[in-house]
């Protein structure tokens, strides 16, 4: 890729990854001790609950764990922070450790705002807003494909207003992350499609985000590559451990790249559908991505030419247009073949919600980022149309 010759950035990822099967048992305790902390509230959702994914992980904690908060809905809202941060305070939390996805990852994020900065989450909904590092978290995903285990944004529902808020803030980035393929394993196919759809979309956005920038661009191709080889064989056999960790790889890589160059239309289009409608977030970006990637051709070429040489649909002697066509065909195609939904209306939306929506997405942060300027709520509305 060509960069302007004025080119200056910053590239920031401090938190640190332990990679490897079983690593969320093995490596945990000693995690801990390196941050000095002694007293745990693990953070979670029912789900995790229910499967036992974190009896292994208590038992590595042994006296270490002090609480388990397990309230964490799909959307976690700024009421379920509330009441996570008032049960960590009791129990007297020196860490906050979430287990699980993007929800709990966010509200344990959250949580460590209130906990060291205190006050309302309100008071820091926007960018750079916090005044010190925050209390430790460490993160142990369960799905691959949110990336927030290694960003400093979190994304959380305000009920007052609504919509969805965003928190950015370098000082809210989890002191560590461990990821541990084989929490992943019993993923159902479409929890693993649509999980993996949402790191895909933070890769291509990342790479044609109007920040974007070198270091960036290089984790969101590799992203990209390993998730066009892998995710399939995830969906096909959700044991193979190999495939499971090359994708969780590229949902931490795509992560690092969205976390630096940020995220566009999809994303605010996605952020505003699911506070409308409640769609997953992440069936939401992998419904909406081909549909926002045509929008963003005229633009954004150069940047989808390269994502169709990583996913290797590129064929020699292709014009830079006919390559990034391939790239969004390719997109479109992938999505069928990991058996990820195609229409926003499998999940209940109707043309009175994508209206809402495509009004909110308009002063979505997000939407500042797209290599195509969006000039109306009319043109969201459009391409919300196309994928209902």
């Given at each position: 890729?060509?960069?302007?010759?004025?080119?200056?950035?910053?590239?920031?990822?401090?938190?640190?990854?332990?990679?490897?099967?079983?690593?969320?048992?093995?490596?945990?305790?000693?995690?801990?001790?390196?941050?000095?902390?002694?007293?745990?509230?693990?953070?979670?959702?029912?789900?995790?609950?229910?499967?036992?994914?974190?009896?292994?992980?208590?038992?590595?904690?042994?006296?270490?764990?002090?609480?388990?908060?397990?309230?964490?809905?799909?959307?976690?809202?700024?009421?379920?922070?509330?009441?996570?941060?008032?049960?960590?305070?009791?129990?007297?939390?020196?860490?906050?450790?979430?287990?699980?996805?993007?929800?709990?990852?966010?509200?344990?994020?959250c949580m460590c705002i209130l906990l060291t900065e205190g006050g309302s989450l309100a008071d820091f909904e926007g960018i750079q807003l916090l005044t010190r590092p925050q209390m430790p978290h460490i993160v142990i995903p369960t799905t691959a494909g949110t990336g927030?285990?290694?960003?400093?944004?979190?994304?959380?529902?305000?009920?007052?207003?609504?919509?969805?808020?965003?928190?950015?803030?370098?000082?809210?980035?989890?002191?560590?992350?461990?990821?541990?393929?084989?929490?992943?394993?019993?993923?159902?196919?479409?929890?693993?499609?649509?999980?993996?759809?949402?790191?895909?979309?933070?890769?291509?956005?990342?790479?044609?985000?109007?920040?974007?920038?070198?270091?960036?661009?290089?984790?969101?191709?590799?992203?990209?590559?390993?998730?066009?080889?892998?995710?399939?064989?995830?969906?096909?056999?959700?044991?193979?451990?190999?495939?499971?960790?090359?994708?969780?790889?590229?949902?931490?890589?795509?992560?690092?790249?969205?976390?630096?160059?940020?995220?566009?239309?999809?994303?605010?289009?996605?952020?505003?559908?699911?506070?409308?409608?409640?769609?997953?977030?992440?069936?939401?970006?992998?419904?909406?991505?081909?549909?926002?990637?045509?929008?963003?051709?005229?633009?954004?070429?150069?940047?989808?030419?390269?994502?169709?040489?990583?996913?290797?649909?590129?064929?020699?002697?292709?014009?830079?247009?006919?390559?990034?066509?391939?790239?969004?065909?390719?997109?479109?195609?992938?999505?069928?073949?990991?058996?990820?939904?195609?229409?926003?209306?499998?999940?209940?939306?109707?043309?009175?919600?994508?209206?809402?929506?495509?009004?909110?997405?308009?002063?979505?942060?997000?939407?500042?980022?797209?290599?195509?300027?969006?000039?109306?709520?009319?043109?969201?509305?459009?391409?919300?149309?196309?994928?209902?």
């Amino acid at each position: 890729m060509a960069y302007d010759q004025d080119l200056s950035f910053v590239y920031f990822g401090p938190t640190k990854i332990v990679f490897g099967n079983g690593s969320s048992t093995s490596e945990l305790d000693s995690e801990m001790s390196a941050l000095g902390c002694s007293r745990a509230v693990i953070v979670t959702d029912p789900g995790i609950i229910k499967v036992g994914i974190l009896e292994k992980i208590i038992k590595a904690l042994g006296n270490k764990c002090v609480g388990i908060f397990s309230d964490v809905p799909q959307d976690s809202g700024m009421d379920v922070v509330d009441r996570a941060a008032a049960f960590a305070r009791e129990k007297g939390a020196d860490i906050i450790i979430s287990v699980g996805g993007g929800s709990a990852i966010d509200t344990a994020k959250c949580m460590c705002i209130l906990l060291t900065e205190g006050g309302s989450l309100a008071d820091f909904e926007g960018i750079q807003l916090l005044t010190r590092p925050q209390m430790p978290h460490i993160v142990i995903p369960t799905t691959a494909g949110t990336g927030s285990e290694v960003t400093w944004a979190a994304v959380i529902y305000d009920k007052s207003k609504g919509q969805k808020i965003l928190i950015v803030e370098s000082y809210n980035a989890p002191r560590a992350a461990i990821l541990d393929p084989v929490l992943t394993a019993k993923l159902p196919p479409l929890l693993t499609a649509s999980t993996g759809m949402d790191a895909m979309t933070h890769a291509v956005e990342a790479i044609s985000s109007v920040q974007r920038e070198p270091i960036a661009d290089a984790m969101g191709l590799h992203a990209i590559r390993l998730l066009y080889k892998h995710l399939p064989q995830c969906i096909q056999n959700g044991s193979d451990l190999a495939a499971r960790g090359q994708v969780q790889l590229a949902a931490t890589m795509a992560g690092w790249s969205f976390g630096n160059a940020m995220i566009g239309i999809v994303h605010a289009m996605a952020h505003s559908i699911g506070a409308v409608a409640h769609v997953p977030h992440g069936v939401a970006n992998g419904i909406l991505l081909p549909h926002c990637m045509e929008f963003n051709l005229p633009d954004a070429e150069d940047y989808y030419a390269e994502i169709a040489q990583a996913m290797g649909v590129y064929e020699k002697g292709s014009s830079t247009k006919q390559a990034a066509e391939a790239a969004v065909k390719a997109v479109f195609d992938f999505t069928k073949k990991i058996g990820h939904p195609q229409k926003l209306s499998e999940f209940g939306v109707t043309e009175e919600n994508i209206i809402k929506a495509a009004d909110m997405s308009m002063s979505d942060g997000s939407i500042v980022n797209n290599p195509r300027m969006v000039a109306d709520s009319g043109e969201v509305l459009a391409i919300y149309r196309k994928a209902l």
